[in-house]
């Protein structure tokens, strides 16, 4: 009887292990199928999806399904091609170019080509339409070299239109002239660009002299000579100056300040107004305000020039030299003008 308990109990133990083992082979089935589905169905569903999408010339959709399984196959440089691709029809030209230059082999590149078309083509296009920037980078990505002449004229022309923006304005225009004749397409634009670039540096001296007179007046003295505009304006300058100066000359200092004042920061207007104020503070002290015309002296601009206009028998002369005694000068003069 013990014998049979004993054996009944041995049977039990073996059929819960087999049960066990018969569930691990199961699970371990489930198991391999999944690993299999994850580590090699998954992946070649989404990259033949992916390419379903780069053919229906969803670049976008395509590049980042490819991405995503990037290490899977040539998944990366399919994820590139397709972000290429993709950034030719935003017209994004520039990253395009530098994606289809620095990170396409052979095969990707005729990939983009065949679906972006001719990139000659596309040149003159951007050409024709005024785009000369990306004419440029279409140019740039021929494969046997765009046209020569063409492409080192555009290079030079949007070197060109940079440095207008940055200011130097006579170096644009010298290097545009330097292949005017060298390509017949681009001939016309970079004549146009010099033309206009005359008005961008007027308009530009015109601003800068609302803060710097005297700068303004420098550019405009460099260009005069090309640019009928600029000595017109260099004329208007010199006028009101001359006016100034022939009031002064006549003695007549309080018309001329006005003058001065018109154009305070061109040449020496601000010693000019100075003279002509000295001028009239003479007249102070020979009326016997002497101690006004002494503290209102020394608050003018760099008076210590401007008191050289003053005749040989002045008043305030004798009394502002540096080599009188100060004691002639009143106190804290210098703090007060301060």
Not at 215 to 244: C, P, T
């Amino acid at each position: 009887m013990k014998k049979s308990v004993k054996h009944s109990s041995q049977v039990k133990k073996a059929q819960r292990l087999a049960r066990f083992l018969i569930w691990l082979m199961i699970l371990s089935v489930l198991g391999g199928l999944l690993g299999c589905y994850f580590v090699l169905l998954k992946p070649e569903k989404q990259y033949m999806d992916a390419s379903k999408l780069l053919e229906a010339k969803s670049y976008a959709e395509a590049g980042q399904l490819f991405s995503t399984i990037e290490g899977y196959r040539d998944s990366k440089t399919k994820a590139h091609t397709a972000s290429c691709l993709s950034l030719f029809e935003r017209g994004e030209v520039e990253a395009a170019s530098t994606l289809y230059l620095n990170s396409l082999d052979a095969d990707a590149q005729a990939t983009v080509q065949k679906s972006v078309g001719s990139f000659e083509a596309l040149g003159d296009l951007a050409v024709e339409n005024g785009d000369y920037k990306n004419a440029y980078l279409y140019y740039n990505l021929v494969p046997e070299g765009g046209p020569e002449s063409t492409l080192y004229a555009l290079d030079v022309y949007n070197e060109a239109v940079i440095d207008i923006q940055n200011g130097k304005f006579a170096e644009a225009r010298e290097n545009a002239k330097s292949v005017l004749d060298r390509s017949e397409a681009m001939a016309a634009p970079l004549q146009q660009l010099i033309d206009s670039s005359f008005e961008i540096e007027f308009n530009h001296y015109l601003q800068l002299a609302e803060s710097d007179l005297d700068a303004a007046a420098r550019g405009m003295e460099s260009m005069q000579d090309e640019y009928e505009e600029a000595g017109k304006y260099l004329k208007d300058l010199e006028d009101v100056y001359n006016g100034g100066k022939m009031y002064q000359d006549e003695g007549k200092y309080q018309q001329a300040i006005p003058f001065f004042e018109k154009i305070i920061s061109y040449k020496d207007c601000r010693l000019k107004i100075s003279e002509c104020q000295v001028m009239l503070y003479e007249e102070q002290a020979k009326a016997g305000q002497t101690d006004a015309a002494i503290y209102g002296v020394m608050s003018l601009y760099d008076w210590e020039n401007a008191i050289y206009v003053l005749p040989e028998d002045s008043v305030l002369l004798p009394l502002l030299l540096p080599e009188n005694d100060n004691e002639t000068i009143p106190e804290s003069t210098e703090d007060e003008v301060a």
